[in-house]
């Protein structure tokens, strides 16, 4: 441990203690209001090139076990806590969470007012921020700093899909079991969870490149297309946009959370940067076909514009916190998305009709 400080590229600084990782990280801070999941916020995608600060204020306490990756890497920058665990208490626990950051170079800033913190975010927007050790006193090193933080590239037009996606082809099916469905899924930063889910549904899942062309999806004779989650900005993700747009009205296809904004802007719509984003596990949406409110899993910076939708898109879900888009359906072709993680059950399960709604229409 050795004293740290955050530097916000809007000028606020942060003083705490360096742990893990003794070393810098910069990235867009965010903040994440779940009160537990923090090791699939970790290995979750879609936070690439974000430090994330968790509101509530002890963290770590249950471990780490390998069972519970979201994917194989830890892809957040760096982690903000107010309070981090120094003792691990579950028997599923493999190994403590500062060990495991520590062991990947990870470096996690503890003590600073995470409230004060949550506060500037809410009030000023996400920004650009560096994380780094200091010797308390040192003006001109938090000057520096700042001047580091401002030249930042900040997340609208950065295609970070190029830094997750799968490099090559990969399956997921039930080894000696017949599968019902085959789907094509273009990874822009799949959770492994979305994979577990199509698994338990009888679904063959192949895992594409998201520069996949279209025609070479075909070839696969799928039932269903499947676009994902993942991080960055979706306008600039052309290669996907445009084999999605290819593929509308060929095949059936469903997006998730990146995947949902993909979908959008090959049905013509537009994307916009959220101040803060939606980042926890506890987001109400309204569901306007069966009129009900589900308690959803949200991670995302940008959103659908409603006021872009064409006549041949309609609204299926909304945000009931800010009215924002959270769900889409084409009236031309068998294709919908929603903003939020079914997969990830906050409600527990308010959401995984989304799956089956998926192969009724791979049925139909």
């Not at 579950?90 to 503890?110: F, M, Q, T």
């Not at 980042?279 to 589900?294: A, R």
Request: net charge negative.
């Amino acid at each position: 441990m050795t004293d740290g400080v955050l530097v916000l590229s809007n000028g606020r600084h942060y003083h705490g203690n360096l742990r893990s990782a003794l070393t810098s990280a910069s990235g867009e801070v965010i903040f994440n209001t779940g009160m537990t999941g923090y090791q699939e916020i970790l290995t979750d995608p879609s936070y690439t090139g974000q430090i994330v600060t968790m509101t509530y204020p002890h963290i770590g306490n249950y471990g780490i076990n390998m069972e519970d990756m979201e994917s194989n890497d830890i892809h957040v920058s760096g982690l903000i806590v107010k309070e981090l665990s120094h003792v691990t208490s579950n028997w599923r626990a493999e190994k403590s969470l500062e060990d495991w950051l520590g062991e990947h170079g990870i470096p996690v800033l503890e003590g600073i007012d995470t409230r004060a913190l949550v506060k500037t975010i809410r009030e000023e927007g996400a920004c650009p921020g560096i994380i780094a050790p200091l010797e308390k006193g040192d003006v001109s090193s938090i000057e520096a700093l700042r001047e580091k933080a401002m030249s930042l590239p900040v997340m609208e037009g950065q295609n970070l899909a190029k830094r997750v996606s799968t490099p090559e082809n990969y399956t997921w099916k039930n080894e000696g079991s017949t599968s019902n469905y085959r789907v094509v899924a273009y990874d822009v930063g799949i959770k492994y969870n979305i994979l577990r889910m199509m698994l338990q549904q009888g679904i063959e899942v192949v895992v594409v490149p998201y520069t996949t062309p279209a025609e070479k999806v075909l070839e696969w004779k799928p039932d269903g297309v499947f676009i994902s989650n993942g991080p960055g900005d979706p306008a600039v993700v052309y290669e996907s946009i445009q084999a999605v747009t290819q593929l509308l009205g060929k095949v059936p296809i469903f997006g998730i959370c990146l995947g949902h904004q993909i979908l959008a802007l090959a049905l013509n719509c537009q994307t916009f940067k959220l101040k803060f984003g939606h980042h926890g596990g506890n987001h109400p949406v309204i569901d306007y076909k069966t009129e009900k409110v589900e308690i959803t899993s949200q991670n995302h910076g940008f959103a659908v514009e409603e006021t872009s939708l064409p006549s041949s898109v309609q609204v299926t879900h909304r945000n009931l916190n800010d009215q924002t888009v959270e769900g889409i359906e084409s009236l031309e072709y068998p294709a919908y998305s929603v903003q939020y993680h079914p997969e990830a059950a906050p409600g527990p399960h308010d959401a995984r009709y989304l799956f089956n709604r998926f192969i009724e229409m791979m049925g139909q």
